[in-house]
Structure formats: C-alpha cells, structure tokens
C-alpha cells in the first residue's frame, strides 16, 4: 500500500425514486479532475489523492451510514465530497464530530449557508438565493415594485422566499400576496386573480411547474399584462412535455401559450467564455468533450435516453476536486514548515482541520464553471443568467454579477404586448 496516498470520501446521489440523481454525471466529473490532479507534477508534493465513493440515491438517512462506513473503514479520510442538499445536510451536521470538511457539488438549500449548524461546509454549488438578488435587479430594471409570489411548499423554496421578502423589503418592493401549495396549485392561482397579481415569481419544482402554467392558462394569467419569473434550471421544453403521463388538462398549444413570454433566472454552471483556458488548461467546451466521452464509457449517451442526471452540475464536481487538491497543496505547504504532513492528519486533530479550512476559504481559481470561490458561509459565489422564453425558444437576455453589481444586457427582451407591462392596474385619466 503505497503510504503517500491522501485519501477522501465521495457520497454521491445515483441511483434512487426521490431527489436528484445528480451523481450520475457528477461522479465521472470528479473521477476525471482525480486523473488531472494527480498528473500535475507540481500538486500534492509527489502524494497522489485518492477517492472513495458510494452511492446515497440522494437519501440521508443511507448518505449518514456511507458516511460512518468511509469513517470507520480505513484507510483513514481527510475530507468528505457529497451531493443533494438533504445528504450534505445529515453529513455536514456530523462530519464536524470528526474535524471534517465538507465540499458539496450538488446542494442549493439556503438552510446550508449556517456557520453555527454546519462549521466545516463549503460547496461550489450556488445556494438557491443566488437568483434573488438578479429577480430584483430586473425588477428595478423594468419600474416593478409591485410582485407577488406563487411557491411550492418545500424547504428549499420556503428558505428562498424568506431571503427574497427581505431584499424586496429592503429595497422597497412591496409584495402584495404570497401564495403557496402543495401539490395542487388552482386554489393559490385562483387567489393571484383576486389579488390583481402582474409580476409573478414562481419558485416549484419542474412537475408543479406543468400544474401552475395549466392554471394560469385556465385563468388567463399570462399574456401582454403580466410577468412570470419561472427558475431556469427545467429542461428546455419542460412545458409542453408530459402532458398526459402528468394528468394535466392542458394541451401542448395551450401551455406554449401560456408560458410565452416569460422570464428565468438561474446560476451559471459552466464558464460563459467557452474559450478561456482554465486552471486544468481546458476550455469548458475541452471538458464537455472529455465529460461526454466519460459518460459514454459509463454507459450513458448524451444525445439519447439515457441521459445521465447531472450533466448541468458536472462541472461543480469538477471544480470541487480541484478545490480539495488545491487547498491540500496549500496546506501541505504550510505543514512542512513545522515537518508535517497530511499524513498527520487525524480525526481528533483540529489543528490540522484549522489549516484544512483556512485553505479552503480562501479558494479563487478559474475552474470549468467559472470562477470558484467561496462567501464566508461556505457558499460559492456565482454568475447568474437571465433568459426568456420567445417563440418557444430560451432567448439569451444577459448576465448578473451580484458581487460587482453589474448586469451584462444583451437587449433582446420582447413582450407580448409590445412593451414593458406594468405591475398594477394603470389607470388612463380621460383628459
Ligand atoms: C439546480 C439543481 C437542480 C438544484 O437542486 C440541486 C440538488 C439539491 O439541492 O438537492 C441540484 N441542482
């Protein structure tokens, strides 16, 4: 057994019926970035970093039981990757118990950005209030200070709302209702009529997505006087698929009616400028090239049925290997000064977890999902990018850099009516 291993535990999500099954793609991401790692001769002085991974289906409670398995197995782990928020949080509630740092790839619950629950967390998937403060910058963009907001009752969408009230507070934009559901979407639709509801943000996952636009065709909540933010993370023709196997009474037509027009906003994965060379020396496109080669050796095929889940985060779990080695680099440095080494890393040292974490927080590279760094809460700052729906075609409107404040506009925003609609009822005075 060669001693100049470093070893870390990898907790994907593959194969499973709840959640995302993200590691499908994440995993042969992470193996690829393991293999570029450790061909660079000027990282890890000589160690070669070496990762365990097992399968959690995107479940806690079995993620908690791969975890203590990868702790009480050796050879002994120096850090843990993990995807699906409801894994890394179960995982980075423990992993702290055992001076653990904890890199995830896959997990946008705001409930993670908690220093006091979650000490060791970092994760260079964008939390999901990353969209917030981009919904508002288009809102002061457009004169709409009037919204209202239509969400599913979920965690994650719960969390994202409370930090949009606040910015929308904050800045003086008056939420006149906030309608949430469960499943079934007609009652908090319904209420939007009622309440005169003209800019809306929708935040569901993609199967109540169908729900809601069937119930805003049904009521007439679309066209040239009214505004929907829909997340922008749903395959690209979401709205007119599944129809039938979902029960919805809506056809095809109807639901491309409906959603005509509207805005999305989600995070930038994959770095814009697809002819950057980043730190591995890959452009973003050299990594869809050598993921998708991966995938296909995996026994998925990117243009068929077997898509893998994933593919989006792909370069999240890339990143985050290159964050992991990077600040092992950094650490080892910084241990060899007192005659150390990871090796003498343990899961009583903290110490050793101090050095771990300092190098951790301060990560800025240039990866293939743009540039990775992290807030002091963990989370990975990211670009954002704004779309709308044109003719059934996702058209390209700009970018947000929240850090800087700068929005990229591209002006090619088209509304239905010919211009900006306006977020309450105008009255014209007959002069
Ligand atoms: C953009 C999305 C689909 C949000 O959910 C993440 C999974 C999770 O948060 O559990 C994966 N990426």
């Given at each position: 057994k060669r001693d100049d291993?470093?070893?870390?535990?990898?907790?994907?999500?593959?194969?499973?019926?709840?959640?995302?099954?993200?590691?499908?793609?994440c995993k042969?991401?992470?193996?690829?970035?393991?293999?570029?790692?450790?061909?660079?001769?000027?990282?890890?002085?000589?160690?070669?970093?070496?990762?365990?991974s097992n399968d959690s289906k995107c479940e806690p409670g079995l993620g908690a039981?791969?975890?203590?398995?990868?702790?009480?197995?050796?050879?002994?782990?120096?850090?843990?990757?993990?995807?699906?928020?409801?894994?890394?949080?179960?995982?980075?509630?423990?992993a702290k118990m055992w001076n653990l740092m904890v890199l995830c790839y896959g997990a946008s619950s705001p409930a993670l950005s908690d220093r006091a629950?979650?000490?060791?967390?970092?994760?260079?998937?964008?939390?999901?209030?990353?969209?917030?403060?981009t919904r508002i910058k288009l809102m002061q963009k457009f004169g709409w200070s009037r919204i209202a907001i239509l969400q599913q009752a979920e965690?994650?969408?719960?969390?994202?709302?409370?930090?949009?009230?606040?910015?929308?507070?904050?800045?003086?934009?008056?939420?006149v209702t906030r309608q949430s559901f469960l499943s079934d979407p007609s009652d908090a639709v319904r209420n939007l009529r009622r309440q005169d509801a003209r800019v809306i943000v929708g935040l569901f996952y993609v199967v109540a997505a169908r729900r809601v636009l069937c119930e805003v065709y049904k009521h007439k909540l679309y066209g040239k006087s009214y505004v929907w933010f829909f997340i922008g993370w749903y395959e690209d023709n979401w709205f007119e698929t599944n129809l039938e196997r979902e029960g919805l009474d809506c056809t095809a037509e109807q639901?491309?009616?409906?959603?005509?027009?509207?805005?999305?906003?989600?995070?930038?994965?994959?770095?814009?400028?697809?002819?950057?060379?980043?730190?591995?020396?890959?452009?973003?496109?050299?990594?869809?090239?050598?993921?998708?080669?991966?995938?296909?050796?995996?026994?998925y095929n990117i243009d068929g049925e077997r898509f893998p889940e994933g593919y989006q985060e792909a370069p999240l779990a890339y990143d985050a290997v290159w964050s992991v080695a990077l600040a092992f680099n950094k650490t080892m440095e910084k241990l060899e000064k007192n005659g150390l080494s990871l090796k003498n890393f343990t899961y009583t040292n903290k110490k050793i977890a101090d050095d771990i974490?300092?190098?951790?927080?301060?990560?800025?590279?240039?990866?293939?999902?743009?540039?990775?760094?992290?807030?002091?809460q963990g989370d990975r700052i990211a670009l954002t990018q704004i779309e709308q729906l044109t003719d059934n075609h996702y058209v390209k409107l700009g970018?947000?850099?929240?850090?800087?404040?700068?929005?990229?506009?591209?002006?090619?925003?088209?509304?239905?009516?010919?211009?900006?609609p306006p977020d309450r009822t105008v009255v014209v005075n007959e002069l």
């Open positions: 291993d470093l070893h870390i535990g990898g907790i994907f999500p593959m194969e499973g019926e709840g959640g995302w099954q993200g590691g499908q793609a042969p991401a992470a193996e690829l970035a393991l293999a570029d790692v450790n061909a660079r001769s000027d990282l890890l002085s000589g160690f070669k970093l070496l990762l365990h039981s791969v975890m203590y398995n990868l702790l009480y197995n050796p050879p002994q782990k120096l850090l843990l990757l993990a995807g699906c928020s409801t894994v890394c949080t179960t995982v980075a509630e423990a629950r979650f000490p060791t967390l970092f994760r260079t998937h964008p939390s999901a209030t990353v969209h917030n403060p965690e994650v969408f719960i969390s994202t709302v409370e930090d949009l009230e606040a910015h929308c507070k904050k800045v003086g934009i008056e939420i639901m491309r009616e409906a959603a005509e027009g509207h805005l999305t906003t989600e995070a930038l994965m994959w770095n814009q400028n697809a002819n950057q060379t980043t730190i591995s020396g890959m452009t973003s496109e050299d990594f869809r090239s050598r993921l998708n080669e991966a995938l296909r050796e995996a026994g974490y300092e190098a951790i927080n301060s990560t800025s590279f240039l990866g293939v999902s743009g540039l990775v760094a992290f807030s002091s970018y947000y850099d929240t850090q800087a404040d700068n929005l990229t506009w591209l002006d090619r925003e088209r509304w239905v009516g010919g211009k900006v």
